[in-house]
């Protein structure tokens, strides 16, 4: 139906007849005169409409904002003085010949012809209009380059897309399962998967070597923060490979994919202990651009006499870290109580810091509410931070998490507030992360997930867990973990090993995993992998503010869709089918609807 796409038009198509199919954007009549901007996927385009074609002229007329037009006409430079050159099609515009109406529209809900605050709700409910939005089509156009490109990179290491089973049985990866009863298996239910981990590492037992998919991951997760019940993963898995392929595979991937989208080359990916993340940063996901870190001053709090210090210094699960932030002296009160009222968000208790006026003059020279208690050692502690005229010391002193969270994030604030950052992009990887983690009563679950092998053998594993490190890693970029996976445990025995220290009895191992213990007695290769967060990569790539801004259909932050009105409700023939009686809600639709 069209010869171009409205943004393609440009000069050197002066003179040549073009078919333009595409939205009314804007109508204007400037004596007598109509002009059009059509706009499609492409971008907009000035048509100009006049007299001496009068059916033309006639539709135009009665053409109206988001009416969907096919116009022929000449492309012809503007005359002197109307050219726009801020606009890609601002040197020509199209003098129409015939213009059709394909179809009319109603007055959309928010106009698209100039900028307009909208309601998110509202952009959810109409969310195909939204996306007729220039910044919302970029975003998803980016989106489909970073999806070529990893494909194209991952199908030239040799590496297969092969789609695994969306109907399936749970996968854990830490979130509540989506649940699908079963009609022909009465009492029985398909789990969503929470990712292809097991197949995935199933396809390694059938000899495929390299798999990749662009897979639908489903979690049903307290909707805290960020996410979505549905998310895409880059997943892939490949066999004969130790953590430094998967690394070097993986680096290489995500180099090729800025180079092509962004043009940008990225720096070196340092690799560095989950430990050590965790005592400079505070965080497993450090950002790097920031140049501020944690550091620990327990040693020299052990003996104040101010027990909000020394108790944490003295205990073992406690931590006493210091940050300084050169030149935050001129930090008002007001900012700082800004800055305790954060932390409070992450459990710290208050915020106590010392500022640094004049080091010379000893404690004279500082101003800070507990610098009293500090006589004799501050001297050390200065040095200890490298303390300078004109900087601020903060502390955090809890319990080691509440620490490393509470300063990790206040870190992260005072890098964003203070602009502190020292490169456009800072990648890394973080390794060594512990096997387990343990909740408040002790029990212990798998940091990654009960496929990751340990770096230790199965008799120190069951020796030591809490101890006990995993083959596993991270990649990070900015403080946002891009991808994380691991070289997963091959030999049954072991297996049944990690599920014991969880506490997955045989008869349970036997009744969730029976078919992958069955698989790895069946001459299973060494093999390991990872998964991308592709509506993280392209958030990142894209600068977008939330996830929902990347996905051409996200459900909101309460897990609904407000454009379908997914989830919805169901006929009392479709339970009745399915073998479920509702307990609470009897509101399901009559039989029949
Ligand atoms: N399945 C893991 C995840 O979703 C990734 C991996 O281990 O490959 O996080």
């Not at 022909?184 to 390694?204: D, I, N, R, V």
Request: net charge negative; glycine share 8%; proline share 5%.
């Amino acid at each position: 139906m069209r010869s171009h796409y409205c943004g393609q038009l440009n000069e050197s198509l002066i003179d040549q007849e073009v078919t333009l199919c595409g939205w009314v954007h804007r109508r204007r009549d400037h004596g007598g005169v109509i002009f059009l901007d059509l706009r499609d996927r492409d971008g907009i385009a000035q048509v100009v409409v006049d007299p001496d074609t009068p059916d033309a002229f006639a539709t135009a007329d009665r053409a109206r904002n988001e009416f969907v037009l096919r116009i022929r006409g000449r492309v012809r430079s503007r005359p002197e003085g109307t050219q726009n050159p801020n606009m890609p099609t601002g040197m020509i515009e199209v003098l129409a010949k015939q213009v059709e109406v394909l179809n009319t529209a109603a007055t959309p809900p928010f106009q698209l012809d100039e900028y307009n605050k909208v309601g998110e709700e509202v952009r959810l409910k109409y969310r195909y209009i939204d996306l007729r939005r220039p910044d919302m089509i970029e975003k998803l156009r980016l989106r489909s380059r970073i999806s070529h490109s990893v494909r194209a990179y991952l199908e030239s290491q040799g590496f297969l897309d092969i789609e695994t089973p969306i109907l399936t049985r749970a996968t854990p990866e830490g979130a509540r399962d989506y649940l699908v009863p079963s009609r022909t298996h009465e009492g029985h239910f398909f789990a969503l998967p929470q990712s292809p981990q097991l197949f995935k590492q199933l396809l390694m037992v059938s000899g495929f070597d390299r798999y990749y998919q662009i897979a639908k991951c489903f979690r049903d997760e307290d909707l805290r923060a960020d996410r979505q019940p549905e998310f895409t993963q880059i997943d892939l898995e490949a066999s004969f490979v130790d953590e430094n392929d998967i690394m070097l595979i993986t680096e290489r991937m995500i180099r090729q994919l800025f180079s092509d989208v962004l043009k940008v080359e990225l720096p070196d990916f340092p690799r560095m202990p989950y430990a050590e993340a965790m005592r400079r940063y505070g965080s497993d996901k450090p950002d790097l651009r920031i140049p501020l870190e944690l550091i620990d001053v327990d040693d020299l709090m052990k003996g104040v006499d101010f027990k909000v210090f020394s108790g944490p210094a003295n205990a073992d699960d406690g931590r006493v870290a210091a940050l300084k932030v050169t030149g935050g002296a001129t930090l008002s009160r007001k900012e700082i109580d800004e800055y305790t009222k954060f932390v409070g968000i992450y459990g710290a208790k208050g915020l106590a810091w010392i500022k640094v006026n004049e080091r010379a003059k000893g404690l004279e020279g500082l101003q800070s509410p507990i610098v009293k208690f500090m006589e004799g050692i501050v001297e050390s502690l200065l040095d200890r931070v490298g303390a300078q005229d004109g900087d601020i010391i903060f502390f955090g002193a809890d319990k080691i998490n509440v620490v490393n969270e509470a300063i990790g994030a206040l870190r992260v604030k005072l890098g964003e507030n203070l602009n502190l950052y020292t490169q456009e992009w800072a990648p890394l990887w973080v390794v060594d992360f512990p096997m387990f983690e343990a909740d408040d009563n002790g029990r212990l679950s798998a940091l990654h997930h009960p496929f990751t092998a340990p770096s230790c053998s199965g008799d120190e594993l069951k020796a030591n867990p809490a101890k006990a490190l995993s083959r596993a890693y991270d990649m990070v970029l900015n403080g946002t973990e891009l991808g994380g996976g691991s070289i997963r445990i091959h030999d049954q025995v072991m297996q049944r090993k990690v599920f014991e220290v969880l506490g997955i009895g045989e008869e349970e191992a036997e009744e969730k995993f029976g078919f992958l213990l069955d698989a790895l007695q069946y001459g299973a290769p060494p093999h390991g992998g990872l998964a991308f967060g592709l509506d993280r990569l392209v958030m990142l790539m894209t600068g977008a503010r939330t996830i929902r801004e990347v996905i051409a259909f996200p459900k909101t932050q309460s897990a609904a869709c407000l454009m379908t009105d997914a989830p919805g409700e169901v006929t009392q023939d479709q339970l009745k089918d399915l073998h479920i009686r509702l307990r609470h809600k009897q509101k399901a639709a009559p039989d029949n609807e």
